[in-house]
């Protein structure tokens, strides 16, 4: 069983930046491929950008290459999103989300991800 917890969230004006952090229970983290997830209201969950276990690899969503950036700290257990030139479209609750099937290359569906924080909520004021 693996434990998520989400924090870094918060409000913050357009093309300001916020960093998250995902904090994992467990010993297996370095095994897993992280990813993380948004959802605005009304709307469905949409992926924003994964990792995988080694950190060697990371994939993002079109909307957001070039802006956020996802890295990982196995020894801390941590996975982070640093989040840069934010605009009004990326406010949604943000989901950090582990891939507990040792995949090599992480997915972008969510039904590929195991285990999920309770999410952090991420508002950018125009």
């Known amino acids: 069983q693996v434990q998520l917890v989400e924090s870094g969230g918060g409000l913050v004006q357009a093309g300001g930046s916020l960093r998250l952090s995902c904090a994992a229970s467990g010993r297996t983290f370095s095994s897993y491929a992280m990813g993380w997830f948004r959802q605005a209201p009304g709307q469905e969950r949409e992926f924003a950008a994964a990792?995988?276990?080694?950190?060697?690899?990371?994939y993002y969503t079109d909307s957001v290459k070039g802006r956020f950036t996802i890295s990982r700290d196995n020894a801390k257990n941590t996975v982070y999103l640093q989040m840069n030139s934010l605009k009004p479209e990326d406010t949604a609750v943000y989901y950090c989300a582990a891939d507990a099937r040792f995949t090599v290359v992480p997915g972008r569906d969510a039904n590929e991800y195991d285990y999920w924080g309770q999410g952090t909520q991420v508002t950018v004021s125009s």
């Open positions: 990792i995988s276990w080694s950190g060697g690899r990371t």
